[in-house]
């Protein structure tokens, strides 16, 4: 038979009220008695109610994630760091994944306010404005990536592009490269539009030639075909991908045209996701920590949830260049 709160009562002798008040920690409990409550607890191998555990702190114990594309290498870091975070703070999360549609992503975000969660992330790269209002207006504290406002029940991440790509193009710059070809992403993507804005500006800062950019899908397929159009119209000694994915497919086509990395070629990427550190040659990225992302879109979550106020906040993560074998001194004419 299932073991009932009274049996986890009755072992810890003490009432059902207590042994409540210690699992939903809704109460102050004298840490003895709160020991044996536990000590019950795993004698009797008891599992809680989860919704009785919800009508008892007045909410659920359930948050939202919300990621672009799950099959992207770019995700698994944060979605593992935020349930890290969820559980040490006896939390769940709920995973969804939208593939870079809008409607789904309005439909994931009906569902999780179905569900009554106190808190959602929002890890995409496109957030319709109706989503923001949605949940702002329900007091659901959310978390965006690079949505560009802070208010009340709305969080902010901030990755700082630009840092990174500097110093990408700082480096190729010092290695004697000045005609780059850039591989961006899908031009609807403002994350896609920084980046690419980033490289522009700093180009041209660099008093260096760009060529391109050609616009991709951010995949390994969309790289190599991007890597062609680009090769085909111009003569580069480096190219940059908007992430790495890009970057790898650029590796693949410049094997198949006869092109050696990086003695012919200097490729670079962005992201550092775990397969850049393994392609032939190892990819030179710039690095997101994308563990620090998990971790803050779950902190961001906790603040406004328990804060009481709802205030949100803008939380920066820093950029850095990683250098690895795909970069080399530009190639003599």
């Given at each position: 038979?299932?073991v009932?709160?009274?049996?986890?009562?009755?072992?810890?002798?003490?009432?059902?009220?207590?042994?409540?008040?210690?699992?939903?920690?809704?109460?102050?409990?004298?840490?003895a008695?709160?020991?044996?409550v536990?000590?019950?607890v795993?004698e009797l191998?008891y599992?809680?109610?989860?919704?009785?555990?919800?009508?008892?702190?007045?909410?659920?114990?359930?948050?939202?994630?919300?990621?672009?594309d799950?099959?992207?290498p770019?995700?698994?870091?944060?979605?593992?760091?935020f349930?890290?975070?969820?559980?040490?703070?006896?939390m769940?999360?709920?995973?969804?994944?939208?593939?870079?549609?809008?409607?789904?992503?309005?439909?994931?975000?009906k569902?999780?306010?179905?569900?009554?969660?106190?808190?959602?992330?929002?890890?995409?790269?496109?957030?319709?404005?109706?989503?923001?209002?949605?949940?702002q207006?329900?007091?659901i504290?959310a978390?965006?990536?690079?949505?560009?406002?802070?208010?009340?029940?709305?969080?902010?991440i901030?990755?700082?592009?630009?840092?990174?790509i500097?110093?990408?193009l700082?480096?190729?710059?010092?290695?004697?490269?000045?005609?780059?070809?850039?591989?961006?992403?899908?031009?609807?993507?403002?994350?896609?539009?920084?980046?690419?804005?980033?490289?522009?500006?700093?180009?041209?800062?660099?008093?260096?030639?760009?060529?391109?950019?050609?616009?991709?899908?951010f995949t390994?397929?969309?790289?190599?075909?991007?890597?062609?159009?680009l090769?085909?119209?111009?003569?580069?000694?480096?190219?940059?991908?908007?992430?790495d994915?890009?970057?790898?497919?650029?590796l693949?086509?410049?094997?198949?045209?006869?092109?050696?990395?990086?003695?012919?070629l200097?490729?670079?990427?962005?992201?550092?996701?775990?397969?850049a550190e393994?392609?032939?040659?190892?990819?030179?990225?710039?690095?997101?920590?994308?563990?620090?992302?998990g971790?803050?879109?779950?902190q961001a979550l906790?603040?406004?949830?328990?804060?009481?106020?709802?205030?949100?906040?803008?939380y920066?993560?820093?950029?850095r260049?990683?250098v690895?074998?795909?970069?080399?001194?530009?190639?003599?004419?």
């Amino acid at each position: 038979m299932a073991v009932s709160i009274k049996d986890v009562a009755a072992r810890a002798g003490v009432s059902t009220a207590t042994v409540s008040h210690v699992l939903n920690q809704t109460r102050n409990t004298k840490p003895a008695t709160r020991q044996r409550v536990l000590e019950a607890v795993a004698e009797l191998g008891y599992s809680q109610n989860l919704s009785a555990r919800n009508l008892a702190v007045g909410r659920s114990s359930l948050l939202g994630l919300i990621l672009s594309d799950i099959r992207n290498p770019f995700f698994p870091e944060i979605t593992s760091a935020f349930q890290d975070q969820a559980l040490l703070h006896h939390m769940e999360a709920l995973v969804l994944n939208t593939n870079y549609d809008t409607q789904r992503t309005l439909d994931s975000v009906k569902r999780l306010v179905g569900l009554q969660v106190p808190g959602v992330a929002v890890v995409t790269s496109q957030v319709d404005p109706s989503i923001s209002e949605m949940l702002q207006e329900r007091k659901i504290a959310a978390v965006y990536l690079d949505l560009g406002r802070v208010d009340r029940y709305i969080a902010n991440i901030t990755v700082q592009y630009e840092q990174g790509i500097a110093e990408a193009l700082e480096h190729l710059a010092s290695l004697g490269h000045r005609r780059i070809g850039f591989l961006g992403g899908p031009a609807h993507l403002p994350s896609s539009d920084r980046r690419k804005q980033a490289f522009l500006d700093t180009a041209r800062q660099l008093g260096l030639e760009p060529c391109g950019p050609v616009t991709s899908d951010f995949t390994v397929k969309g790289g190599y075909y991007a890597c062609s159009k680009l090769l085909s119209s111009f003569r580069p000694t480096a190219i940059f991908g908007g992430n790495d994915l890009t970057a790898i497919g650029a590796l693949h086509c410049a094997f198949d045209r006869g092109l050696r990395v990086p003695e012919q070629l200097s490729v670079v990427g962005f992201d550092d996701i775990t397969f850049a550190e393994y392609t032939q040659p190892a990819l030179t990225t710039v690095l997101i920590p994308r563990q620090d992302i998990g971790r803050t879109a779950f902190q961001a979550l906790w603040h406004m949830i328990s804060s009481g106020d709802g205030e949100g906040r803008e939380y920066p993560v820093a950029t850095r260049l990683i250098v690895r074998q795909s970069t080399a001194p530009a190639p003599q004419p």
